[in-house]
């Protein structure tokens, strides 16, 4: 059984002017999302900031995502690590909180071999029973999940069952959704490739784009399921101009300004990450105001 379908929001940590977690505007968003429609809530993952969490706060933001739910979405805790044992101390942590599932990526920095990534995911998964979606992110990590190695991890892992695949290699997902015979659930870690990788078999995506358009994102996934691929494919080439601008410096700088320009109190950004280049910001702007996002 999946973990979920549709559109899940990848969402972002807000901080408070001293650069604290606000975790009230973290439970206004959380509620936002699922009044919009979002089908999951996904905390602690790279838009969220977390490699510059400290580990109570990584911890305390899953637990608090968790209750704020209440069971009204399933929440997927990121529990990666360049560590096994860190990856493990957090899994095992998420999953007593309550967490529906796990969002692990591939071990960041040591660039693990595919027997490395075998050893770490399947560690991972062996301390805990609830479902783990694998993160595949090579661009940031160093590290790709060959399409042999996923299968081969969903076929002899039990509670191994998805993957957010962000690899942007259309050509793997396709190798890897031909190997699966249904085997492994597969979600886009694009959100410029929604409707491509749903049509390769895909249940969802995992997004970024959510934060700011969590209804258009979901009826992206929505429409394509039920059938109406012509609406969902509108509404995914419609919104490529926006997520290139949340795209135009590295995740997650400008969706955090975005948020912020509409409205959210979600503090600036924590270092090495920093605020956006002028020439950046205004194209940022110009797309949210075409979406009438500002004003």
Known sequence: ?????????????????????????????????????????????????????????????????????????????GTGSNSTEEAIRLSTHAEKAGADGLLVVTPYYNKATQKGLIEYYTKIAESVSIPIIMYN?????????????????????KNIVAIKEASGNISQVAKLSSLANGCIDIYSGNDDQIVPILSLGGIGVISVLSNVEPKVTHNI???YFDGNVEESRRLQLEVIPLVEALFCEVNPIPVKVATRLMGWNVGGLR??????????????????KKRRLIQ
């Not at 602690?44 to 979405?73: M, P, W, Y």
């Not at 661009?139 to 399409?147: A, D, M, Q």
């Not at 605020?275 to 797309?287: A, S």
């Open 1 to 77: 059984m999946a973990v979920f379908r549709g559109a899940g929001v990848a969402i972002v940590t807000p901080f408070t002017e001293d650069n604290k977690v606000n975790y009230e505007e973290l439970g206004n968003m959380i509620d936002y999302q699922i009044q919009q429609g979002t089908d999951a809530i996904i905390i602690c993952g790279t838009t969220g900031e977390s490699s510059t969490l400290s580990h109570e706060e990584h911890d305390e933001c899953i637990q608090f995502a968790i209750e704020r739910t209440n069971k009204r979405v399933p929440v997927i805790a």
């Open 221 to 223: 996934v929505q429409a």
């Open 271 to 288: 270092s090495p990450l920093c605020e956006m280049e002028d020439k950046n910001l205004e194209i940022l702007k110009r797309e949210l």
């Open 137 to 157: 992110v090579p661009s940031r990590t160093g590290c790709n999940i060959e399409p042999e190695t996923a299968i081969y991890l969903a076929q002899n892992v």
